[in-house]
Structure formats: C-alpha cells, structure tokens
C-alpha cells in the first residue's frame, strides 16, 4: 500500500482507482501497478509500473490516470512516471481480490 499524506493526494489516489487494466480486467491500484502519488503545488506526480515491459496498453492506462488525475481540484498538471524498479510482482503486490482474479493463492 502507497502512503498518501493528504486530503489532495487520497482524492487523486481514488480516482486513479478507476483505471482499468484492460487486459485483465482490473483496476490498477488493485494489481499494486500504482507505487507513488504526490501532490506538489497544483502538479500530481505520480510513479506506476506496467504488468511487463512489453504492456500493450501500456499507454492507455498511463493516458487513463492523467486524465484522472486532472479531475482533483486543484489539479492543473499531472507528470506520470513508468518505472521499473521495483518489478512488478503480483503476488506481493497485488490485493487479495486481485489475487483471487488472477488465481494466485
């Protein structure tokens, strides 16, 4: 689970939650795919991952969480950051009802 420290970045964080992996069918925070969100004056700054390198939708989810970031007053910019350290793992990182999707137990 992510640390968010303000009211600001919990509202960013929550819409953030209606991105989709459109693969699997599941919302991203719930994969674990969201590692960081901050706000920074009016800016979110946000660190994710992708389920692989080789994501093939990769750059529609990245595209999904800056326009849902942007829909959080204050918001007027929004930096997403894809990283890959840590690798994604979901066995680690994911939530129970994600794991239960993806039949990891």
């Known amino acids: 689970m992510i640390h968010l420290e ?6 960013v ?5 209606n991105v989709q992996d ?3 069918g599941l919302p991203i925070t719930e994969l674990g795919l969201i590692y960081e969100v901050k706000v920074v004056d ?10 692989s390198m080789a994501c093939p939708a ?12 942007l829909r959080v ?6 930096e997403v950051e894809i990283v890959w350290t840590p690798k994604w793992n979901p066995r680690e990182m994911s939530s129970e ?3 239960d999707h993806l039949g990891i137990f």
């Not at 964080?13 to 939650?17: K, M």
């Not at 009016?42 to 389920?51: G, I, P, Q």
């Not at 990769?58 to 970031?69: R, W």
């Not at 007053?73 to 929004?78: F, G, K, L, R, S």
């Open 97 to 99: 009802m994600a794991k």
């Open 58 to 69: 990769g750059a529609q989810m990245k595209a999904e969480v800056e326009e849902s970031c």
């Open 42 to 51: 009016n800016k979110a700054l946000v660190k994710m991952t992708y389920t």
């Open 22 to 24: 459109p693969e699997i």
């Open 6 to 11: 303000t009211d600001i970045e919990k509202e």
């Open 13 to 17: 964080y929550r819409q953030i939650e």
């Open 73 to 78: 007053e204050p918001i007027d910019a929004v």
